[in-house]
């Protein structure tokens, strides 16, 4: 007769995890270290990895999404493209019994079971501390028009980074948004719309706020082809503190960034593991961050992990 027992009991315990991870895409120098984090943290945590990039298209997150329930992987996490349209996907992998992770972007739906937990960035904070940053450092006097770069429209960072930014200056009326548009978190897209905003406004524009780092990098570009100096004529805000800002910033040409941290693998993989030994986590993981001004960009580069 087979003798089975114990062989059984430790392939059990050595069951490998498979987590089904569905990217936003690989739009800016913040996706792809994120990307990469949650790469290298799988391979170093044991758990397989079965990552699908949308391009930027919620419906090729839907799609990969149900073809993770179909392969009846473990653990399903991904980054929302957009906050709203999750439901029906959200409850085909609840009623799979497989569970769901939010990571960076949140989604909005009225039933939070749909979800275990999201870790991540509060972008209304980064908002709000660019803001602060505009009406603590901003000294010449008169009204200061600003211009806006938004990222993806109807994504998380969107939304809140232009609402925690609104919140603060409107504390000082002086301060005003002249122009808003998407640039899609990109540096092609941030490029062009700054350029447009440069034909419209020319020299009016003071402040320049982008919602990343990437697009402030297009729109630098662009205010340099139109013959100003980025930072210098136009005041330069962004969110994510990646490299290229870092340089940026130490060419003089960006004035700040506030501090998005995309290495998110670490914790999604302490989350996964959790999860699948049954244990309950917080419905809310908040990533630590901070803000870096031109002055200590040359100090803190050689410490710049993304
Ligand atoms: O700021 C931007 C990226 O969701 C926080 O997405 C993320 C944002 C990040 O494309 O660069």
Redesign the pocket.
């Known amino acids: 007769a087979l003798v089975l027992g114990g062989a059984t009991g430790a392939l059990a315990a050595d069951k490998k995890i498979t987590l089904g991870f569905a990217q936003v895409g690989a739009?800016?120098e913040?996706?792809t270290a994120n990307t990469q984090s949650i790469k290298t943290s799988a391979a170093k945590a044991g758990i397989t990895l079965k990552f699908s990039d949308a391009q930027q298209k919620q419906e090729n997150q839907i799609k990969a999404i149900r073809s993770f329930i179909a392969q009846k992987v473990d653990v399903i996490a991904f980054?929302p493209v957009v906050e709203s349209g999750w439901e029906t996907v959200l409850k085909e992998a609840k009623a799979a019994k497989i569970p769901v992770i939010l990571t960076?972007?949140a989604v909005s739906v009225k039933d939070d079971s749909l979800y275990v937990t999201f870790m991540g960035?509060d972008f209304v904070e980064e908002g709000r501390r660019a803001g602060h940053w505009l009406l603590d450092n901003y000294k010449a006097q008169g009204n200061v028009n600003i211009v806006e770069l938004q990222?993806t429209v109807g994504s998380a960072?969107a939304i809140d980074r232009k609402k925690g930014f609104e919140e603060v200056i409107k504390a000082q009326p002086r301060f005003k948004v002249i122009r808003s548009q998407t640039g899609d978190?990109t540096r092609a897209k941030g490029k062009e719309v700054m350029e447009a905003f440069l034909k419209a406004e020319g020299k009016k524009i003071n402040v320049l706020y982008a919602h990343?780092d990437?697009m402030a990098i297009g729109a630098i570009q662009a205010i340099e082809e139109a013959g100003m100096k980025p930072g210098k004529d136009i005041t330069i805000i962004s969110?994510?503190g990646v490299k290229g800002a870092f340089e940026a910033m130490i060419a003089g040409k960006l004035n700040v960034t506030v501090e998005?941290n995309p290495l998110l693998g670490p914790q999604l993989m302490d989350a996964v593991r959790d999860v699948v030994a049954g244990k309950s986590l917080p419905k809310r993981i908040v990533t630590k961050e901070s803000v870096y001004p031109q002055s200590v960009a040359a100090k803190e580069f050689p410490n710049r992990k993304y």
Do not use: A, H, M, T
Request: net charge negative.
């Open positions: 739009e800016s913040w996706r980054s960076d972007r960035s990222g960072p978190f990343n990437d969110v994510d998005c």
